[in-house]
């Protein structure tokens, strides 16, 4: 969580001690060189960190190294009888923070964890019959009836301790923080608040309308704050209570919120779906393997690129590895595509989405994935295969999308950019022939769904 407002967690141990310091561990299991995350999400936490120790005045220390024996011994050179933390969700940060507790605790001292990142915790949420939600709208409507939990107020004061050795601002192997310019965005709490403020008075009013048109900037970006802790969902729901725009354009916004809350709750319960899918029933599906076969490898090298030549997939994909950012419309008919026209598993995309979103955030991407492959909890059924030709000219009728991130095809007017093989200078300057037909692609996906379920 790397803010100071709205910090349970914090606020705690401000009142627990009268000094506190702050700690940021670059895990090696997520950072390492070839780890989870590529040079974008990399240089956009490296970002984040530096942002949050100038605001603690150079307080904030960093310590390299496996949590559970980074933590415990610098709880030990500082003489901290308590170490505190917001509570973790997923898989592997609750199997680590509990790795930390027991080191801790082998010592004497004690690992406090308070909230979550989310503003209803996971697991908390029943259905009547004490079962976990499986479908979202029932979920939205008790989350709702919960009430607007408050953001957390200010610590009146916060005494940070001082002079305790930190190492510098650097990632495990001696990895520095490719920086694109794309990617130049400022990081941290204050320009995550400033963000949200101009959203607020500048974009909100038409999120409604606008939400799923990826030529404009119509939505709020604020996934990458918050799945980096720079902002908690408290405060932006306390906000959205008093905005001025439309109720539509309120509700619609606060449901996508939920949306975050509900993949986090789901895999809270079912820890396997980062990895696996969630519902057996399409187990009997068959896939084709990058691993086994050169032609299923060259498709996804072809996905991963954008040379797919199908341009609004292929806008998405190269969004992706430019921006480290892809708007939800193209996160959709991209995992799509990858699913239904290729016919790969769908952790083959996720893990690629893993490791260059600077959103990336395992529960809402595994969900968002299965909501796409029709193997989640509330998915979408696995007959709608999206059109990639369709979808483009709906959402971004003017090509606008594509011609921002695909040069190849600037040259061409209107709409005409999503179907460049229907004119004569469409494929002219180097944009790839389509690598599949998706007609008879989407075909074979039915065909394979078929032989499962018989
Ligand atoms: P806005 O439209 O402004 O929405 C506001 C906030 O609501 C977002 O910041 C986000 O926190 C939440 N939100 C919106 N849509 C969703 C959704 N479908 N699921 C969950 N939360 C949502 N989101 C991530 O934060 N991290 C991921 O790794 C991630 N991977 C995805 C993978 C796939 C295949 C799909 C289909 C969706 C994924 N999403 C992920 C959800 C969604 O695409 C992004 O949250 C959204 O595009 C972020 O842009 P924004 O902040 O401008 O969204």
Redesign the pocket.
């Known amino acids: 969580d790397l803010r100071l407002r709205d910090h349970p967690a914090l606020l705690r141990a401000v009142t627990r001690a009268d000094e506190v310091l702050p700690v940021f561990v670059p895990d090696p299991v997520l950072l390492r060189p070839g780890g989870t995350a590529g040079p974008e999400r990399v240089g956009r936490l490296l970002a984040s960190v530096a942002a949050l120790r100038e605001a603690t005045g150079d307080a904030l220390v960093i310590r390299a190294g496996a949590p559970e024996t980074v933590i415990p011994r610098l709880a030990a050179e500082v003489g901290a009888a308590e170490v505190h933390v917001t509570g973790e969700t997923t898989p592997y940060g609750r199997a680590r923070d509990a790795r930390v507790a027991e080191a801790l605790a082998g010592d004497g001292r004690a690992l406090v964890r308070t909230g979550t990142p989310c503003a209803v915790d996971p697991g908390v949420l029943r259905t009547r019959a004490g079962t976990p939600y499986r479908v979202f709208t029932p979920f939205l409507r008790a989350w709702r009836a919960r009430g607007l939990p408050r953001p957390a107020p200010d610590p009146e004061a916060v005494r940070w301790l001082t002079g305790v050795d930190s190492e510098e601002l650097r990632l495990p192997g001696g990895r520095t923080a490719a920086r694109s310019p794309a990617t130049a965005e400022p990081a941290g709490e204050e320009a995550a608040l400033r963000r949200w403020r101009t959203?607020l008075s500048d974009g909100l009013a038409r999120?409604h309308e606008l939400?799923d048109r990826p030529d404009l900037d119509a939505?709020?970006?604020?996934?990458?704050a918050?799945?980096h802790g720079e902002v908690h969902?408290r405060t932006l729901l306390a906000d959205l209570a008093t905005a001025p725009a439309p109720a539509a354009a309120v509700e619609s916004?606060t449901a996508?919120?939920c949306?975050?809350e509900?993949?986090a709750d789901v895999l809270w319960h079912e820890p396997g779906a980062a990895r696996r899918d969630l519902r057996p029933g399409l187990a009997g599906l068959t896939y084709d393997s990058p691993d086994d076969s050169p032609a299923a490898e060259a498709a996804v090298t072809a996905w991963r690129t954008g040379r797919t030549g199908y341009p609004f997939v292929d806008a998405g994909m190269r969004q992706l590895l430019a921006e480290g950012?892809?708007?939800?419309r193209a996160?959709?008919v991209?995992?799509s595509f990858l699913v239904k026209d290729l016919h790969l598993w769908w952790p083959v995309?996720?893990r690629h989405?893993?490791r260059h979103?600077r959103?990336?955030?395992?529960a809402?991407?595994s969900?968002?994935?299965q909501?796409?492959a029709g193997t989640g909890t509330d998915a979408a059924p696995y007959v709608r295969v999206f059109n990639p030709v369709s979808q483009g000219l709906r959402f971004d009728p003017d090509g606008t999308y594509v011609r921002r991130w695909v040069p190849e095809l600037a040259h061409l007017p209107g709409a005409a950019v999503h179907e460049p093989w229907r004119h004569p200078e469409g494929l002219l300057r180097g944009y790839p022939s389509r690598i599949v037909d998706h007609e008879v692609e989407r075909r074979e996906a039915l065909a394979r769904h078929e032989a499962a379920r018989g």
């Open positions: 959203y999120y939400r939505t709020s970006r604020m996934s990458v918050l799945a969902q916004f996508e919120l949306w975050r509900f993949s950012f892809v708007h939800n996160r959709m991209t995992a995309g996720a989405f893993l979103l959103d990336a955030d395992v809402s991407n969900l968002g994935w909501w796409v």
